[in-house]
């Protein structure tokens, strides 16, 4: 079966035969003056380039990028979202256009990764009273004989609510065990492995978009669901690199349901490929991100056996990660921080518990004006106040 390893170096081989230089992805760590936390897609590290200005390598160019997304923390432990995952990515800086674009796509995923292009459906732009349909793109997968569905929001991508924008198509594949059917947004068994975005506008602030003198193509592929669909799984967490996660987590800690064996391995793995980008734990900013990645896997790691501790961890586990993040933090110094990070927590939990324990606290749902003041009084967050009434049976 297909390996992590190998379909990463499957995808830049392809590219790299086609004249795309590999740009040197990796931190998740903006570069300075960036206002965002985490690098979030691959093609963040290259929106000054997309926005014009020439790029040293050329006008072709693939990589291999860590992200990071709190935006989708609520759904870990589904089949298919993580924080810390890994993107591979292409771009066309003013070269080639999107019908090129689309039909390498489509070769690599059915010769250099054997899918059947049956099990194949695209999406693209149906067009707003602003921009005309993506006629481009239809008739390029009409012509590769894909079936194709328009939408209007989801097929339309942005930087946010200013900036770099554009039609986008993205290529779903089937992951159910019968005969496709449905669309991409009538059946949530196609899964979404590419999105190939028209980088064509910039919008301003009162909404008006102005064509890019340079328009470029912008492409990101999300390796652990690729692989996922590569190798059959059930979920991203069954794929190779989650494995060490899943076998060993039950013989130190005991029963896991799936959904806190699933949360665990990825907040576990995401938390160390964070401190092995150099962030440290703290009250604000990438720091309290990291907190709270730590905090949420004590928390359900005590939610059956407050004995349990981050301390049972095998270095192992921590330097199979850092190595396949290509991170030169050491081990030992990662595994400290969290250590530490557990001690402070267990330690404010006792703080907690006192405070809630008072009787103006006790036997009755909170008010806002309650939680604001044992966060403000007492340093106690509303998350961790609800965790502790919960641990107390107080809805």
């Given at each position: 079966?297909?390996?992590?390893?190998?379909?990463v170096?499957?995808?830049?081989?392809?590219?790299?035969?086609?004249?795309?230089?590999?740009?040197?992805?990796?931190?998740?760590?903006?570069?300075?003056?960036?206002?965002?936390?985490?690098?979030?897609?691959?093609?963040?590290?290259?929106?000054?380039?997309?926005?014009?200005?020439?790029?040293?390598?050329?006008?072709?160019?693939?990589?291999?990028?860590?992200?990071?997304?709190?935006?989708?923390?609520?759904?870990?432990?589904?089949?298919?979202?993580?924080?810390v995952?890994?993107?591979?990515?292409?771009w066309?800086?003013?070269?080639?256009?999107?019908?090129?674009?689309?039909?390498?796509?489509?070769?690599?995923?059915?010769?250099?990764?054997g899918?059947?292009?049956?099990?194949?459906?695209?999406?693209?732009?149906?067009?707003?009273?602003?921009?005309?349909?993506?006629?481009?793109?239809?008739?390029?997968?009409?012509?590769?004989?894909?079936?194709v569905?328009?939408?209007?929001?989801?097929?339309?991508?942005?930087?946010?609510?200013?900036?770099?924008?554009?039609?986008?198509?993205?290529?779903?594949?089937?992951?159910?065990?019968?005969?496709?059917?449905?669309?991409?947004?009538?059946?949530?068994?196609?899964?979404?492995?590419?999105n190939?975005?028209?980088?064509r506008?910039?919008?301003?602030?009162?909404?008006?978009?102005?064509?890019?003198?340079?328009?470029?193509?912008?492409?990101?592929?999300?390796?652990?669901?690729?692989?996922?669909?590569?190798?059959?799984?059930?979920?991203?967490?069954?794929?190779?690199?989650?494995?060490?996660?899943?076998?060993?987590?039950?013989r130190?800690?005991?029963?896991?349901?799936?959904?806190?064996?699933?949360?665990?391995?990825?907040?576990?793995?995401?938390?160390?490929?964070?401190?092995?980008?150099?962030?440290?734990?703290?009250?604000?900013?990438?720091?309290?991100?990291?907190?709270?990645?730590?905090?949420?896997?004590?928390t359900?790691?005590?939610?059956?056996?407050?004995?349990?501790?981050?301390?049972?961890?095998?270095?192992?586990?921590?330097?199979?990660?850092?190595?396949?993040f290509?991170?030169?933090?050491?081990s030992?110094?990662?595994?400290?921080i969290?250590?530490?990070?557990?001690?402070?927590?267990?330690?404010?939990?006792?703080?907690?518990?006192?405070?809630?324990?008072?009787?103006?606290?006790?036997?009755?749902?909170?008010?806002?004006?309650?939680?604001?003041?044992?966060?403000?009084?007492?340093?106690?967050?509303?998350?961790l106040?609800?965790?502790?009434?919960?641990?107390?049976?107080?809805?």
């Open positions: 079966m297909i390996t992590t390893d190998q379909t170096q499957t995808f830049l081989d392809f590219f790299r035969e086609r004249e795309h230089e590999l740009t040197p992805g990796g931190s998740l760590i903006p570069s300075p003056g960036d206002p965002v936390l985490f690098t979030t897609s691959g093609m963040h590290p290259l929106t000054p380039y997309l926005m014009g200005r020439p790029h040293p390598l050329g006008h072709r160019l693939t990589s291999l990028q860590r992200c990071l997304r709190t935006t989708d923390l609520e759904e870990v432990g589904d089949d298919t979202h993580l924080t995952f890994e993107m591979l990515g292409s066309s800086l003013g070269d080639y256009g999107g019908p090129q674009s689309l039909r390498w796509g489509f070769e690599l995923l059915r010769d250099g990764f899918i059947d292009p049956g099990r194949i459906h695209v999406t693209v732009f149906g067009g707003d009273e602003q921009v005309e349909p993506d006629h481009e793109s239809w008739r390029t997968w009409d012509e590769l004989g894909l079936p569905e328009p939408t209007t929001d989801e097929n339309w991508w942005s930087n946010g609510p200013t900036g770099l924008c554009g039609p986008d198509s993205e290529i779903f594949v089937w992951t159910g065990d019968e005969m496709p059917q449905g669309t991409p947004t009538s059946d949530d068994r196609w899964v979404e492995v590419w190939h975005v028209m980088m506008y910039v919008r301003h602030p009162d909404g008006s978009l102005e064509p890019l003198r340079r328009p470029g193509i912008d492409t990101g592929l999300g390796v652990e669901r690729l692989v996922r669909i590569l190798r059959n799984t059930q979920s991203v967490f069954e794929i190779d690199v989650f494995q060490p996660w899943l076998t060993t987590l039950p130190i800690w005991g029963p896991l349901n799936e959904r806190s064996l699933r949360l665990l391995s990825d907040h576990l793995r995401s938390s160390i490929v964070v401190l092995g980008d150099r962030v440290t734990p703290s009250p604000s900013g990438r720091g309290h991100v990291l907190r709270r990645l730590i905090r949420r896997t004590l359900t790691l005590w939610r059956d056996d407050p004995t349990r501790t981050l301390s049972d961890l095998p270095i192992e586990l921590v330097e199979h990660t850092l190595g396949h290509r991170q030169s933090v050491h030992h110094e990662v595994r400290t969290l250590l530490d990070e557990e001690r402070k927590f267990d330690l404010l939990l006792q703080r907690g518990r006192k405070v809630l324990s008072h009787s103006r606290f006790t036997g009755r749902p909170l008010t806002d004006d309650e939680y604001h003041y044992l966060h403000d009084t007492h340093g106690l967050p509303r998350d106040v609800v965790y502790l009434n919960t641990e107390a049976g107080v809805s």
